[in-house]
């Protein structure tokens, strides 16, 4: 089992539309969790951050936890073209100095 | 803003080759990562380091050493290129602590 599962895509929404990214984690310990995007040819950017349980909201991008789940989610309210990247999930480990990530999930959003 | 420097954007090495990859950052952050990426398997770290001269292994850190001599410096040898080390390499910085990092612009390494 991988520790940070993502569902690869591509998730594919029409402008205007919600997008619900999804991430679950194994180790209970994890304490932090992060959303990257990622462009084609770039290197990732940090987006979001959340550390308690339940959401996180910032413009358009709304983060979820649920620890007793092991799930996070990423929320991206009226969907725009320029947001069609590879999402990545990123979290904190147990006695781990350094975040693991997701293989990500490629989203498109459609004109 | 954070601004973190990978020196080369795209490198072409022969197999054998002892390979430099440099990074850095200007902001005075403790933590420096070294990543390789690779289509679906998404980012997996080779090394960090959280000071000078300290460095602990990440999952993949065979064939690769590192080096931090100064705080910004982080660099990452390949100390005999291989053709299955061709990747994107990517270095981020973070703050002390548990924070997000930042990433450099990757440096996409070919070895033949």
């Known amino acids: 089992q991988k520790e940070v599962e993502q569902n690869s895509g591509p998730l594919s929404v029409p402008e205007g539309a919600i997008a619900s990214l999804n991430c679950t984690y194994s180790?209970?310990?994890?304490?932090?969790f992060f959303w990257y995007r990622q462009y084609s040819g770039k290197s990732p950017e940090l987006i979001m951050f959340i550390y308690s349980n339940g959401d996180k909201e910032d413009g358009r991008f709304t983060a979820q936890l649920n620890k007793a789940s092991q799930y996070v989610s990423l929320l991206i309210r009226d969907s725009q073209p320029s947001d069609s990247a590879t999402y990545l999930c990123?979290?904190?480990?147990?006695?781990?100095?350094?975040?693991?990530f997701g293989s990500g999930t490629r989203l498109q959003v459609q004109p | 803003d954070v601004k973190v420097t990978q020196s080369s954007r795209y490198l072409v090495k022969r197999t054998g080759e002892k390979v430099f990859l440099e990074c850095v950052q200007d902001?005075?952050?403790?933590?420096m990562f070294w990543y390789r990426q690779d289509p679906g398997l998404g980012l997996r770290l080779i090394y960090f380091s959280y000071d000078v001269k300290m460095k602990e292994k990440g999952d993949i850190p065979e064939g690769y050493s590192v080096s931090r001599e100064k705080k910004e410096r982080f660099s990452l040898i390949l100390e005999s290129a291989s053709t299955n080390q061709t990747s994107m390499y990517l270095c981020a910085s973070s703050l002390t602590g548990v924070y997000g990092y930042t990433f450099g612009s990757g440096t996409r390494l070919t070895v033949v």
């Open positions: 180790d209970r310990g994890s304490q932090s």
């Open positions: 902001m005075d952050h403790e933590n």
């Open positions: 990123a979290v904190t480990g147990t006695g781990r100095r350094a975040l693991t």
